[in-house]
């Protein structure tokens, strides 16, 4: 397995990073929820290959609770900014319900010319990838549909680019639904996570509590033609955070709950890359890795450090934050 190494400590103003895009000069941008302290908004920050950060600009907030939560972030073809603003995370009573999906036009300097809110209402909006006309967002959890395993459901919602202010009932009646899962794992109930395209425009999503990857594939018409198990090997992936392909079609992962990257082939066979213990990340460990981004011939991992208990190598949060890196696999 490889050894992770340093790639950034990021500043103060940054105490849990998560999701990760490529701007149209090359740069490297995260999406910062803040978490881990309550006095902190939501920030999307862009760093150079040196590793070197600079803000590009606080999320517009939710009124009424005063902050942003943003996770997911994904570009349309114009570089407009999409995000996850997912407000219940902490699964506090006063931020339930809460979440957004938003759509930002920013300058390079950081000027935000619009804000529109594609969505509003979700429970735990969390990953985002677009393709086409549309954008495709997980949601970890839809606590109001009630199947009768008793075990937890979740969901992918398909929102068209242009869409506005859709109020999302986080039911199956939800007409924006793409597909469900049903997680098994009694110890991990937490569903849809990482999502990733590949080249064919398959979709495929990650389960987090089952440590499995699901290949959806489409019709013509673009509805859903089959959601299938592709990957699963609970001994070398533990949980499917974030995910991203490489030009070679293999899927990294990021194992929130086990320190790890794994990589999924082609063919479907699970192989855990890298790993770490618990530490403070300021060696270049991962620790507790949110979402990898393959980028500029390196794969950059989001060092989130905060969720602890069963089944978590993590044991408490710390400062400053870091990224980690790794190579390629060839």
Avoid at 33 to 45: E, F, Q, R
Avoid at 320 to 328: I, K
Wanted: aromatic share 10%.
């Amino acid at each position: 397995m490889q050894t992770s190494t340093l790639f950034s400590v990021l500043p103060e103003y940054i105490c849990t990073p998560d999701g990760m895009e490529i701007d149209r000069e090359g740069n490297l941008v995260l999406s910062c929820p803040n978490y881990a302290d309550d006095n902190l908004s939501g920030c999307v920050v862009k760093l150079d290959r040196e590793g070197n950060v600079k803000k590009w600009f606080d999320v517009p907030v939710l009124e009424e609770t005063g902050v942003a939560r943003n996770m997911g972030i994904a570009f349309d073809s114009e570089y407009n900014v999409y995000l996850c603003d997912n407000q219940g995370w902490s699964e506090k009573e006063d931020v339930l319900f809460k979440g957004r999906v938003l759509r930002l036009k920013v300058t390079d300097e950081g000027e935000i010319l619009e804000t529109k809110v594609v969505a509003y209402g979700m429970e735990h909006p969390n990953g985002i990838r677009i393709r086409g006309n549309y954008m495709y967002v997980t949601q970890s959890y839809l606590h109001p549909v009630k199947d009768p395993s008793g075990k937890l459901v979740s969901c992918v919602y398909r929102f068209a680019l242009d869409d506005e202010n859709i109020k999302i009932t986080n039911t199956l009646e939800d007409p924006n639904i793409l597909t469900t899962f049903l997680t098994q794992n009694p110890d991990c109930q937490y569903g849809a996570d990482g999502i990733a395209f590949d080249k064919e425009g398959n979709l495929f999503v990650g389960n987090f509590g089952d440590g499995a990857v699901y290949k959806i594939t489409f019709n013509e018409d673009g509805s859903v033609k089959e959601n299938k198990l592709f990957a699963q090997d609970f001994s070398q992936l533990e949980s499917t955070d974030g995910m991203v392909f490489d030009e070679n079609g293999n899927l990294y992962i990021a194992d929130f709950c086990a320190n790890a990257i794994g990589m999924v082939t082609p063919d479907g066979k699970v192989t855990r890359i890298a790993q770490s213990p618990d530490s403070d990340g300021l060696h270049g460990e991962l620790n507790q890795p949110g979402e990898p981004i393959v980028w500029d011939g390196r794969i950059i991992a989001s060092c989130f450090d905060l969720v602890t208990g069963p089944g978590k190598v993590n044991t408490g949060h710390s400062m400053p934050a870091t990224l980690a890196q790794l190579e390629l696999e060839r």
